[in-house]
């Protein structure tokens, strides 16, 4: 646990990076969005931009319903998500970094977010974590809602190569894998 008006500089990143702009060190290369977030350097970085993060800790943003997404599993390491309202794709529960604008005001019964009043799926209070994150620093701090993580890997990173050697264009592929032209089998 930290210190009780503590706000990390990750977590001040995390909620204020644009993700999934090209690159500027990498603007040739295929495959150079800015889609992983480096905790320790407080930056967005490209999959060619590993190498001389591959010690520190890093996050894998997401895009779901065009909006950046973290795995829950990911995001428990580092802060307490209990109440957030999460959503699965890809067979992973994921979780917004940032609030979502709302279409319509919201009328009726129902449980509502605590920060937005975004309509929301009992029993969740939250949307996303930026609106946790405002509704505690309002009220009592994050002191014991953050934890220690000391290590943090990409899971696909360590799964291809468990030591640190510059990414290859299968790793960068393998980090933002989109899926592929479906085809259609023969009709007989």
Known sequence: ???YSYFPHWLEGLLGEKFFNSCLIHETAKKNEKNIFCL???TSI????????????LLQIRRYVYRDVVRQDDLEKLIDCSFVQSYITNNAKVIFLNQRPQPRPFRGSGNICTTCDRSLQDPYLFCSLS???????????LAKYLYE?????????VQMS????????????????????PHRSPLY
């Open 131 to 141: 609106c946790k994150v405002k509704y505690l620093v309002r009220k009592n701090g």
């Open 40 to 42: 320790d350097c407080c």
């Open 149 to 157: 993580c000391e290590f943090l890997p990409l899971p696909e990173y």
């Open 46 to 57: 490209c999959p060619h931009c590993l190498s001389p993060h591959c010690s520190h800790r």
């Open 162 to 181: 468990p030591t640190c050697s510059p990414p290859t264009e299968l790793m960068a592929v393998h980090i933002n894998r989109r899926k592929a032209i």
């Open 1 to 3: 646990m930290v210190g």
